[in-house]
Nanobody, 121 residues
Framework: QGQLVESGGGLVQAGGSLRLSCAAS????????MSWYRQAPGKQRELVGS???????NYADSVKGRFTISRDNAKNTASLQMSNLKLEDTAVYYC???????????????WGQGTQVTVSA
């Protein structure tokens, strides 16, 4: 069964940068759109940005110009490059992918376990 594994979270000072990685493991037949979400304590989970298989990206206004999403279809990986980090970027970041495990399956949504990003003053 397919799984998403995230890595790269940690503590970073405001104004700094950090790169998160998401690796899709298992026997995925295909992976469509991949997205990054985040959830801060007491807040609802929000979409940070997404990237289609052909590389088209979309970003939340709050991160536009600071965050960059990329993916490698051959490796089934996605990255979130974060720069000029702000205190309000502190959250658990989740990778999401719409994918099918088998050719006969309808594409479904898969989530990573989340990785903590903490931005300090």
């Amino acid at each position: 069964q397919g799984q998403l594994v995230e890595s790269g979270g940690g503590l970073v000072q405001a104004g700094g940068s950090l790169r998160l990685s998401c690796a899709a493991s298992g026997r995925f037949f295909s992976i469509g759109i991949m997205s990054w979400y985040r959830q801060a304590p007491g807040k609802q989970r929000e979409l940070v940005g997404s990237i289609t298989r052909d590389g088209t990206t979309n970003y939340a206004d709050s991160v536009k110009g600071r965050f960059t999403i990329s993916r490698d279809n051959a490796k089934n990986t996605a990255s979130l490059q974060m720069s000029n980090l702000k205190l309000e970027d502190t959250a658990v970041y989740y990778c999401n992918a719409v994918a099918a495990i088998r050719i006969i399956d309808r594409p479904e949504s898969y989530w990573g376990q989340g990785t903590q990003v903490t931005v300090s003053a």
